[in-house]
Each structure stands twice: as structure tokens, then as C-alpha cells.
């Protein structure tokens, strides 16, 4: 039993964190009650956007991202079998049937007997058993490891839906910003070519010089030009998004859409409970508790091995009497393989194994501190931006307000057209301005959720 013990691997305990007791919250953020039993749901139904939803149902159902962790957790959990297997004993069934002469002229036995040549059949029936004593640990670690490996490409697979639904939506809110800013150009479009003509009137009247309306024509072609600049950026977010969708580029579109969009309020928990829901955490910690059983296997290797190899079976040289009792033949024995000399190789497969698993535990830490600096980086972002937006509101406002103020006093003569200029651009930007804090608001929404490991919520209070 002390052998046993020095063989297995060291007792597996998660590194104990430093975990903040709260977040630094803003309003209007609530706190979440998380329940790992509880389905985390389709959490962009929060978005309240249909055409979102078919999106993510095509994405998740056709994904070769989804295809792939699919199929590398099938082949972890077959893994994990094989390895289970390795506890109990192997049975295996053979047999032979054959001819043969036996040579007169081979080697004798004995010099005062002779060799005769025998042509004769053989026919074998053995069912041989096969056992690994695992007295050190090496078959339980192994087990372990292949375990714990596929519970981290199961948390792989959480992972990579996460990160696709996430990718998904925020290539999506992408492209419906640059939707908002068309919108805006097409109208800042329309409101300059009706400058333009005011501008062309009054120089054909006389009442201004042609610099006016040269100015009001390079104001429009600098819109224009942001329209083609514009139009790319969506046209390739449009294909970023069939690729997520599993559809070729080419037979994939979206229709622009304008509407008001509002960030959903995404509810949080205490900062431990991202250890639980986040999966990237949770493959990160069994990985390092299959790197930890590794070690044991290395270890298992110090002591002997203990081989059982039992087999019992009939043989006759004719097939009628292959059954009868002088038939039977046996055979039990116990293999041993101690190491004695390897140039050191055992002591640096146990030295790497040791060495893999601080690397495991650095990435766990690395990641868990990574979801904590996300985390409190979507709270502070969103609050901030909620900000940003209202004020960009009354900027917008404002932009009006002195618009209409240059174009009266330019009509009524007290005033130069570089002021109505001046105006339409700065209101063209606000409104720009206004669109782009909105879809950063959208994305910081969908980056909070996927920092927090997914929704707490099923579908249908998900959708409410």
C-alpha cells in the first residue's frame, strides 16, 4: 500500500485565487442568481431581433467550428473509454486449424531416438486472459487524465458556441451600425443637394459669387465618398457573416435594416461565479487536472510492472476428439518488468510532466484573470456609454438648432455660406457620432455577455 501510494499521482486541489467580493458596479446593472443546473438559453433573444435569432439557429446548426469541437469531444470521450478499459482484464479467443509434415531430418531431442517424418492436422481452441496489476496507479491515472481531457473538450465545445454566437452577433450589430450611418449620409445627402440648388439659384441670380456653390459641391462629393467607404466595410461584414452562418459568400445577403435598438440589461453575479460559468475557465482547470493525473503515470513508471496472463484452451490433432478431457491445455503466470537502468529517461518524463502542469495552472490563472478584467470591462463600458449616448442626443439637438439658425441667416443675407457649411458638416457628424455610440453600446452588450460565460436564463426569460 505505501508503494502504491509513492506511484499514484499527487492529490489534485485547484490553485486558490484571490477573488474579488464585487464588481465595481454603475447603474443600471443588477445583480444576477446564477445556477449552473439551469440551461444558460439562447441569450441574444435579449437583443429582441428576429432576423438575429435565424442567424444564430443557421450558425449553430451548419458551423464547421461547431462541426470540429463536436467531433474532438467524441474522440475524448472514446479516449476516456479506452482508458476505463485498461481496469478490468482482457479476454481473447483464438484458433488455428491447420496441416503439416514435420521434417525427419530436424534437430534430435535425444541421440537415441530417431525422427520420422509426420504429416499430420492441428486444431487449437485457447481463450487467453490478459491483467494489469495496477498496484502503483498507473492505469487509475491514465483513466483520470482521459477523463479529465474529455471534460475539458466538452468545455471546449461550450466554448466555441460561445465564441461563435458571440462573433455572430457582433459582426451582425456591426453591420446594422454602418446601416444607421448610410441612413444618415443619405439623408445629410439629400438635405446638401437641396443646398446645392438654393446655392446654384441664388448665384444665377446674382446674389452670390460661384463660391458658394463650389463649396456646397465639395461638401456633397466628401459624402459621397464616405458612402463607397461605407458600403465595403458592410459589404464585408456581410461576408464575415456567411462564413459564421456555414453559407458561401456569394449566395449570402442581408437587406439594410434602421431602427432604434436599446442594450438589453445583462445580470450579474458576484465575481467567483464567472469560475462556474465561463467555459474557457472551466477547460483551463481540466486541463490542469489531466496534466496533474499525467504525473502519476510518469511516476507509475519508477516500479515494476505486474502482467497476469492466464489462458486455457483445447488442442488434438483431430477435430473428434478436440473436446475429450486429454485435449485440455493451461497455462497461468505472472510477468514482472522492473526498470533498472534508462540514462535518466524516466526522471525526465516525470520532470515533464510536473513542468506541464504549472504550465497548466499559469493558463488557468491567466485566463481567470483575463475574465475578470473583461467582466469589469463591459460593467465600466456599458455604464459609460449609456452616458456617451444621451449626450450624444442632445449634441444632435443642438447641431439642428444652429443648422437652422445659419441657413436663416443666410438666406437673409447677414451671414456667409460657410456657416450653413460649417453646420451641415458638424450635424452630420453628430449624427454619425450617434449611430457609432450606439452599435460600440450593442457590441459592449454582446462582450459582457460572452465575459460572463453566457446567459443564467433560459429561452423564454431570455426573450422577455
Given at each position: 500500500?505505501?508503494?502504491?501510494?509513492?506511484?499514484?499521482?499527487?492529490?489534485?486541489?485547484?490553485?486558490?485565487?484571490?477573488?474579488?467580493?464585487?464588481?465595481?458596479?454603475?447603474?443600471?446593472?443588477?445583480?444576477?442568481?446564477?445556477?449552473?443546473?439551469?440551461?444558460?438559453?439562447?441569450?441574444?433573444?435579449?437583443?429582441?431581433?428576429?432576423?438575429?435569432?435565424?442567424?444564430?439557429?443557421?450558425?449553430?446548426?451548419?458551423?464547421?467550428?461547431?462541426?470540429?469541437?463536436?467531433?474532438?469531444?467524441?474522440?475524448?470521450?472514446?479516449?476516456?473509454?479506452?482508458?476505463?478499459?485498461?481496469?478490468?482484464?482482457?479476454?481473447?479467443?483464438?484458433?488455428?486449424?491447420?496441416?503439416?509434415?514435420?521434417?525427419?531430418?530436424?534437430?534430435?531431442?535425444?541421440?537415441?531416438?530417431?525422427?520420422?517424418?509426420?504429416?499430420?492436422?492441428?486444431?487449437?481452441?485457447?481463450?487467453?486472459?490478459?491483467?494489469?496489476?495496477?498496484?502503483?496507479?498507473?492505469?487509475?491515472?491514465?483513466?483520470?487524465?482521459?477523463?479529465?481531457?474529455?471534460?475539458?473538450?466538452?468545455?471546449?465545445?461550450?466554448?466555441?458556441?460561445?465564441?461563435?454566437?458571440?462573433?455572430?452577433?457582433?459582426?451582425?450589430?456591426?453591420?446594422?451600425?454602418?446601416?444607421?450611418?448610410?441612413?444618415?449620409?443619405?439623408?445629410?445627402?439629400?438635405?446638401?443637394?437641396?443646398?446645392?440648388?438654393?446655392?446654384?439659384?441664388?448665384?444665377?441670380?446674382?446674389?452670390?459669387?460661384?463660391?458658394?456653390?463650389?463649396?456646397?459641391?465639395?461638401?456633397?462629393?466628401?459624402?459621397?465618398?464616405?458612402?463607397?467607404?461605407?458600403?465595403?466595410?458592410?459589404?464585408?461584414?456581410?461576408?464575415?457573416?456567411?462564413?459564421?452562418?456555414?453559407?458561401?459568400?456569394?449566395?449570402?445577403?442581408?437587406?439594410?435594416?434602421?431602427?432604434?435598438?436599446?442594450?438589453?440589461?445583462?445580470?450579474?453575479?458576484?465575481?467567483?461565479?464567472?469560475l462556474e460559468r465561463r467555459p474557457d475557465v472551466a477547460a483551463a482547470e481540466r486541463a490542469m487536472a489531466a496534466a496533474n493525473a499525467q504525473i502519476g503515470v510518469a511516476n507509475a513508471a519508477y516500479y515494476p510492472s505486474v502482467l497476469l496472463n492466464p489462458a486455457l484452451g483445447v488442442d488434438s490433432r483431430r477435430l473428434s476428439t478436440l473436446f475429450s478431457a486429454p485435449s485440455l491445455l493451461w497455462s497461468i503466470g505472472v510477468s514482472i518488468a522492473q526498470p533498472l537502468f534508462d540514462a535518466g529517461r524516466i526522471d525526465a518524463n516525470v520532470d515533464f510532466a510536473r513542468a506541464g502542469y504549472e504550465l497548466t495552472a499559469g493558463n488557468y490563472r491567466r485566463v481567470v484573470l483575463t475574465a475578470m478584467q473583461e467582466v469589469e470591462d463591459g460593467i465600466t463600458g456599458s455604464a459609460a456609454l449609456d452616458r456617451a449616448l444621451a449626450q450624444a442626443q442632445l449634441a444632435i439637438?443642438?447641431?439642428?438648432?444652429?443648422?437652422?439658425?445659419?441657413?436663416?441667416?443666410?438666406?437673409?443675407?447677414?451671414?456667409?455660406?460657410?456657416?450653413?457649411?460649417?453646420?451641415?458638416?458638424?450635424?452630420?457628424?453628430?449624427?454619425?457620432?450617434?449611430?457609432?455610440?450606439?452599435?460600440?453600446?450593442?457590441?459592449?452588450?454582446?462582450?459582457?455577455?460572452?465575459?460572463?460565460?453566457?446567459?443564467?436564463?433560459?429561452?423564454?426569460?431570455?426573450?422577455?
Amino acid at each position: 500500500m505505501l508503494l502504491a501510494a509513492c506511484g499514484s499521482a499527487p492529490v489534485y486541489r485547484k490553485p486558490a485565487l484571490d477573488m474579488p467580493a464585487q464588481w465595481k458596479i454603475e447603474e443600471p446593472f443588477r445583480v444576477g442568481t446564477p445556477n449552473d443546473a439551469a440551461p444558460r438559453g439562447p441569450w441574444w433573444k435579449r437583443f429582441g431581433d428576429p432576423q438575429l435569432d435565424a442567424l444564430q439557429e443557421r450558425a449553430l446548426a451548419a458551423s464547421p467550428n461547431l462541426t470540429v469541437a463536436a467531433a474532438r469531444l467524441a474522440q475524448a470521450r472514446a479516449s476516456a473509454n479506452a482508458a476505463n478499459a485498461g481496469l478490468f482484464p482482457q479476454l481473447s479467443l483464438g484458433g488455428r486449424v491447420s496441416r503439416l509434415d514435420i521434417s525427419a531430418n530436424r534437430p534430435l531431442t535425444n541421440y537415441n531416438s530417431q525422427n520420422f517424418s509426420t504429416v499430420q492436422n492441428d486444431f487449437q481452441l485457447t481463450l487467453q486472459a490478459s491483467y494489469e496489476a495496477d498496484l502503483w496507479g498507473r492505469v487509475q491515472s491514465s483513466v483520470e487524465q482521459a477523463r479529465a481531457s474529455a471534460q475539458q473538450s466538452a468545455a471546449d465545445l461550450e466554448n466555441v458556441r460561445l465564441v461563435l454566437t458571440a462573433d455572430l452577433a457582433s459582426a451582425y450589430f456591426n453591420l446594422r451600425q454602418i446601416d444607421i450611418e448610410l441612413d444618415v449620409l443619405a439623408r445629410s445627402i439629400a438635405l446638401q443637394r437641396r443646398s446645392l440648388e438654393l446655392a446654384t439659384a441664388r448665384h444665377d441670380l446674382g446674389a452670390t459669387s460661384g463660391l458658394d456653390r463650389a463649396q456646397q459641391q465639395a461638401l456633397l462629393d466628401t459624402t459621397l465618398v464616405q458612402v463607397d467607404v461605407l458600403r465595403r466595410q458592410r459589404s464585408q461584414l456581410e461576408n464575415a457573416i456567411s462564413t459564421l452562418v456555414g453559407t458561401p459568400a456569394p449566395l449570402f445577403s442581408l437587406a439594410p435594416e434602421v431602427r432604434q435598438r436599446v442594450a438589453p440589461v445583462v445580470p450579474i453575479g458576484i465575481p467567483s461565479d464567472v469560475l462556474e460559468r465561463r467555459p474557457d475557465v472551466a477547460a483551463a482547470e481540466r486541463a490542469m487536472a489531466a496534466a496533474n493525473a499525467q504525473i502519476g503515470v510518469a511516476n507509475a513508471a519508477y516500479y515494476p510492472s505486474v502482467l497476469l496472463n492466464p489462458a486455457l484452451g483445447v488442442d488434438s490433432r483431430r477435430l473428434s476428439t478436440l473436446f475429450s478431457a486429454p485435449s485440455l491445455l493451461w497455462s497461468i503466470g505472472v510477468s514482472i518488468a522492473q526498470p533498472l537502468f534508462d540514462a535518466g529517461r524516466i526522471d525526465a518524463n516525470v520532470d515533464f510532466a510536473r513542468a506541464g502542469y504549472e504550465l497548466t495552472a499559469g493558463n488557468y490563472r491567466r485566463v481567470v484573470l483575463t475574465a475578470m478584467q473583461e467582466v469589469e470591462d463591459g460593467i465600466t463600458g456599458s455604464a459609460a456609454l449609456d452616458r456617451a449616448l444621451a449626450q450624444a442626443q442632445l449634441a444632435i439637438a443642438s447641431a439642428e438648432r444652429v443648422l437652422q439658425l445659419a441657413t436663416d441667416r443666410y438666406e437673409g443675407g447677414v451671414a456667409t455660406y460657410l456657416d450653413v457649411i460649417t453646420a451641415q458638416q458638424s450635424l452630420l457628424n453628430s449624427q454619425r457620432q450617434a449611430a457609432q455610440l450606439l452599435g460600440q453600446r450593442m457590441l459592449v452588450a454582446v462582450f459582457l455577455v460572452k465575459a460572463l460565460g453566457g446567459d443564467w436564463q433560459g429561452s423564454q426569460q431570455a426573450a422577455k
